[in-house]
C-alpha cells in the first residue's frame, strides 16, 4: 500500500555530526513538508516543497539546516553540525495539491537523538 | 500573534464514554482548520477538515465542530474505544501573501482505559 518511507527510523549521533535523514514520498504526490515534533514545542513545520522546488523554509534554522529533493522520489533533510536541541522527531508528509492545506499523508518519522 | 490553544492537555475516559477536546484560536485571518490524530511513535493523521463555512463535520465516531465567530473548535469522540488512545492536534491556517501559513496546538493526550 502506498505510504510515506523515512530512514533511518532512529539516529543518535553526537555532537558536531552530519546528519542525513531521508524521505520517500508517496509515488505521485507532488508535495513534501518537513516537520519536527518535540515535547516542549509540539509539532512544527520545517520546510515545504511543491514539485520538488522550495516554496517555504522559514521554519528551519538556515545555519545549520538544509532540505533537498534530488529528484521525485527522495526528500533529504540534512543537519551540520548537529546540537543537542536538534534532538527531536523529524516527519516526512507528502500529498497531491498546491498549498501548505494539501492533505499530508505522515511517515512514521525519524528519532533523533544528539548527545 | 497566530496562537493555538488546546485544553485539556491530557484526559483519561473509561471505554465507552464521550470525551470533548477544545481548540482555541486567535489566528488571523482564518482560512481553515484540521484535527489530527497521532498515535504513540506514529505520524500523524488527518480526522478532518474544515472551512470558514463549515461548521460541522463528522468521520465515523469523531464528530468536529467550528465557530469562526468566537475561533473556536471542538472535536468529539463518541462511544470511546481503547483504539482512540492517541493526542490529537488541532491546526489553523492562516492566509498569507505568500500562502496559507500553518499553526499547531499543542494537543490533547487521550487515554481510553477498560
Known amino acids: 500500500d502506498a505510504r510515506v518511507t523515512q530512514t533511518p527510523r532512529h539516529k543518535v549521533t553526537e555532537m558536531g555530526q552530519e546528519v542525513t535523514m531521508r524521505c520517500q514520498p508517496i509515488?505521485?504526490?507532488?508535495?513534501v513538508f518537513w516537520y519536527r515534533q518535540t515535547m516542549m514545542q509540539g509539532l512544527e513545520l520545517l520546510a515545504y516543497f511543491r514539485n520538488r522546488a522550495p516554496l517555504d523554509d522559514s521554519g528551519m534554522p538556515k545555519d545549520r539546516f538544509s532540505a533537498e529533493m534530488p529528484d521525485a522520489t527522495l526528500a533529504t533533510l540534512k543537519i551540520q553540525p548537529s546540537e543537542p536541541r536538534d534532538s527531536a522527531v523529524y516527519f516526512c508528509a507528502s500529498g497531491l495539491g498546491t498549498g501548505y492545506w494539501t492533505e499530508a499523508f505522515f511517515g512514521q518519522g525519524t528519532r533523533l537523538t544528539v548527545v | 500573534k497566530n496562537q493555538v490553544e488546546q485544553s485539556p492537555q491530557s484526559l483519561i475516559i473509561l471505554e465507552g464514554k464521550n470525551c470533548t477536546l477544545q481548540c482555541n484560536y486567535t489566528v488571523s485571518p482564518f482560512s481553515n482548520l484540521r484535527w489530527y490524530k497521532q498515535d504513540t511513535g506514529r505520524g500523524p493523521v488527518s480526522l478532518t477538515i474544515?472551512?470558514?463555512?463549515?461548521n460541522t463535520k463528522s468521520n465515523g465516531r469523531y464528530t468536529a465542530t467550528l465557530d469562526a465567530d468566537t475561533k473556536q473548535s471542538s472535536l468529539h469522540i463518541t462511544a470511546s474505544q481503547l483504539s482512540d488512545s492517541a493526542s490529537y492536534i488541532c491546526v489553523v491556517s492562516a492566509l498569507g501573501a505568500a500562502g496559507n501559513k500553518l499553526t499547531f496546538g499543542g494537543g490533547t493526550r487521550v487515554l481510553v482505559k477498560p
Open positions: 509515488l505521485g504526490h507532488n508535495t
Open positions: 474544515m472551512t470558514f463555512s463549515e
